[in-house]
């Protein structure tokens, strides 16, 4: 079979890596409670930061926040890996900015994830993903991003929701921890 994945808070846990090095960088100490009540993917507002602001913070930060040390889910990294030897296909789809879609797919393999170049797709829009996984004709697919989300509703391919604060509305197959993935299929 093809799946497909999502990278940032599917795979990997960026927002909450993210969140920590904001504290540090703006001298705060917010706790994991406020994170884990945030009903929006960006994280600025419990900060205090204005939508302009936030995004400002999120563009200086973006490759300290990528490419330093954000932990994988657990479980994710040998979810994928025992796809591959089991004889699936795995491919990526990330909306990452283009500028830094080559150090992704680097850093992306350093963690261990099983990566053929040819089957990571990065630097599409968010409406455009599904225009890829269409034409790879993916049997799953799975994202966090409700935006991402709710263009796909029509698909063949069978949609998995990574469970986030942010996405409880979207009544999908929902993914809480890696380790059941297996079980969604
Ligand atoms: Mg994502």
Redesign the pocket.
């Known amino acids: 079979m093809k799946f497909g994945f999502?990278?940032?808070?599917?795979l990997i846990n960026l927002r909450e890596h993210a969140f920590h090095l904001y504290n540090k960088k703006l001298n705060k100490e917010l706790g994991m409670d406020v994170f884990h009540t945030l009903s929006s993917v960006e994280i600025h507002a419990p900060f205090g930061l204005t939508n302009e602001q936030g995004s400002q913070m999120w563009k200086d930060c973006m490759e300290e926040i990528y490419f330093t040390d954000c932990p994988a889910y657990a479980d994710a990294i040998d979810t994928l890996n025992g796809l591959v030897e089991e004889g699936h296909e795995v491919f990526y789809i990330t909306s990452r900015p283009k500028h830094h879609c080559q150090q992704t797919l680097d850093w992306v393999k350093a963690q261990g994830f099983p990566v053929k170049d040819e089957n990571f797709f990065c630097g599409m829009a968010d409406h455009e993903k599904i225009q890829i996984i269409q034409s790879l004709e993916l049997d799953y697919y799975v994202?966090?991003?409700p935006a991402v989300l709710e263009t796909l509703a029509e698909l063949g391919t069978k949609v998995i929701v990574k469970n986030q604060s942010y996405n409880q509305q979207m009544n999908l197959p929902r993914l809480v921890d890696w380790c059941d993935f297996k079980n969604l299929l």
Not at 6 to 10: A, E, L
Request: glycine share 0%; no cysteine.
């Open positions: 999502d990278i940032d808070d599917t994202d966090d991003k």
